[in-house]
């Protein structure tokens, strides 16, 4: 499993970073599921689709999702149940809407099953129920799964059954069921959609929309007050998906502690700037080496010329031929050739 499953699943399995999350998309904000209400369910979802028959293995289906949790809400004197997937996204899938609608499909059958086998040991079925398995008290639970799009690329195919499709014509289209999922995707959120989640989950989805730009995300670690305080595994959730490298992974053997945090403002802004500051002094060491070697070059540079204009001068050489000659032996033009000459004391 990859840190951004690892990561994805100690965040979410928090039932206050759940709730809020389904809160903050269905529900603008508004605490309609409480964590209290939220009970675990087992991410593996097997459906047998044969009997064994002949010696044959029946066939298997296995399907396993992020996270799957049921919410129980009080209904007259009894309870209704919600099931609510969540799944985790970080890279393109253009079939992500079928990989949900199998998740979700396998569910209900399993759920079926479930309710042919507790109506046949309660001795439910009379009539066509015997048949059926089923009676019209029967229901399902309803399941609502959650995307969460940390690519940004779910837009169009891969959002719904129809967007894998290849109709003839539009007539066809409306023949068709859709099936269509939903998305949440915080490359692609305002301000005020972040808004309406807890602090914690703002700050990811907040980091999440600057991961691709470092300047940017730098800014928005200065700039906001959220970053100073941030759940752990939400911070490494963003050191993952911004890939800052923070290391914050040497203590993920250690067992979680909800009141853990870490200041990001100090963890990433505070190494940038001494990375700064640091680059800015070996830069000018360097430059100042650079220097002083260039110099001592130029100097005994200058000098070999000038030794040789005063051996020039002794032989009664002319000017011009003085000239040429350092032209030739240091690569000068002819303006650069004079200037040297000049620059020599009087040898008249």
Same mark, same amino acid.
């Given at each position: 499993?990859?840190?951004?499953?690892?990561?994805?699943?100690?965040?979410?399995?928090?039932?206050?970073?759940?709730?809020?999350?389904?809160?903050?998309?269905?529900?603008?904000?508004?605490?309609?599921?409480?964590?209290?209400?939220?009970?675990?369910?087992?991410?593996?979802?097997?459906?047998?689709?044969?009997?064994?028959?002949?010696?044959?293995?029946?066939?298997?289906?296995?399907?396993?999702?992020?996270?799957?949790?049921?919410?129980?809400?009080?209904?007259?004197?009894?309870?209704?149940?919600?099931?609510?997937?969540?799944?985790?996204?970080?890279?393109?899938?253009?079939?992500?809407?079928?990989?949900?609608?199998?998740?979700?499909?396998?569910?209900?059958?399993?759920?079926?099953?479930?309710?042919?086998?507790?109506?046949?040991?309660?001795?439910?079925?009379?009539?066509?129920?015997?048949?059926?398995?089923?009676?019209?008290?029967?229901?399902?639970?309803?399941?609502?799964?959650?995307?969460?799009?940390?690519?940004?690329?779910?837009?169009?195919?891969?959002?719904?059954?129809?967007?894998?499709?290849?109709?003839?014509?539009?007539?066809?289209?409306?023949?068709?069921?859709?099936?269509?999922?939903?998305?949440?995707?915080?490359?692609?959120?305002?301000?005020?959609?972040?808004?309406?989640?807890?602090?914690?989950?703002?700050? %990811?989805?907040?980091? +999440?929309?600057? =991961? *691709?730009?470092? !300047?940017?995300? $730098?800014?928005?670690? /200065?700039?906001?007050? @959220?970053?100073?305080?941030?759940?752990?595994?939400?911070?490494?959730?963003?050191?993952?998906?911004?890939?800052?490298?923070?290391?914050?992974?040497?203590?993920?053997?250690?067992?979680?502690?909800?009141?853990?945090?870490?200041?990001?403002?100090?963890?990433?802004?505070?190494?940038?700037?001494?990375?700064?500051?640091?680059?800015?002094?070996?830069?000018?060491?360097?430059?100042?080496?650079?220097?002083?070697?260039?110099?001592?070059?130029?100097?005994?540079?200058?000098?070999?010329?000038?030794?040789?204009? %005063?051996?020039?001068? +002794?032989?009664? =050489? *002319?000017?011009? !031929?003085?000239? $040429?000659?350092?032209? /030739?032996?240091?690569? @000068?033009?002819?303006?650069?050739?004079?200037?040297?000459?000049?620059?020599?004391?009087?040898?008249?």
């Amino acid at each position: 499993m990859g840190r951004f499953d690892v990561c994805l699943k100690r965040v979410f399995s928090k039932t206050r970073f759940f709730a809020d999350v389904f809160n903050g998309f269905y529900h603008e904000g508004r605490q309609v599921i409480n964590p209290g209400q939220l009970t675990d369910q087992p991410v593996q979802e097997a459906y047998f689709t044969t009997r064994q028959e002949k010696g044959k293995e029946r066939k298997v289906f296995l399907k396993e999702r992020d996270i799957l949790k049921v919410a129980a809400f009080k209904k007259g004197m009894g309870e209704s149940f919600q099931l609510l997937a969540f799944e985790g996204q970080s890279f393109v899938d253009h079939f992500m809407g079928l990989r949900v609608m199998a998740y979700d499909l396998f569910n209900y059958l399993y759920q079926w099953d479930e309710i042919k086998d507790r109506n046949k040991r309660l001795g439910r079925l009379k009539g066509d129920a015997f048949l059926s398995g089923t009676t019209s008290e029967d229901r399902l639970r309803p399941i609502s799964t959650l995307v969460l799009d940390f690519s940004g690329t779910l837009d169009g195919m891969g959002t719904s059954l129809h967007s894998l499709m290849d109709f003839p014509s539009e007539d066809f289209r409306k023949m068709t069921p859709d099936y269509r999922i939903n998305i949440l995707s915080p490359v692609k959120m305002s301000d005020e959609q972040i808004g309406c989640y807890s602090p914690d989950v703002q700050a %990811l989805f907040l980091a +999440a929309r600057s =991961a *691709s730009d470092r !300047a940017k995300l $730098k800014e928005v670690f /200065k700039s906001n007050s @959220l970053f100073a305080k941030v759940d752990y595994s939400i911070a490494c959730m963003i050191d993952v998906i911004a890939q800052i490298n923070l290391d914050l992974f040497r203590d993920e053997e250690q067992p979680e502690d909800n009141q853990r945090s870490v200041n990001m403002q100090l963890e990433y802004l505070t190494p940038l700037e001494i990375g700064k500051r640091e680059g800015e002094e070996i830069g000018f060491r360097k430059g100042e080496e650079l220097g002083l070697r260039k110099g001592e070059e130029l100097g005994l540079r200058k000098g070999e010329m000038r030794g040789m204009i %005063l051996a020039m001068h +002794a032989q009664k =050489a *002319s000017r011009e !031929a003085t000239g $040429k000659l350092l032209m /030739k032996l240091y690569h @000068l033009t002819l303006e650069e050739a004079n200037q040297m000459i000049d620059s020599m004391p009087n040898l008249g």
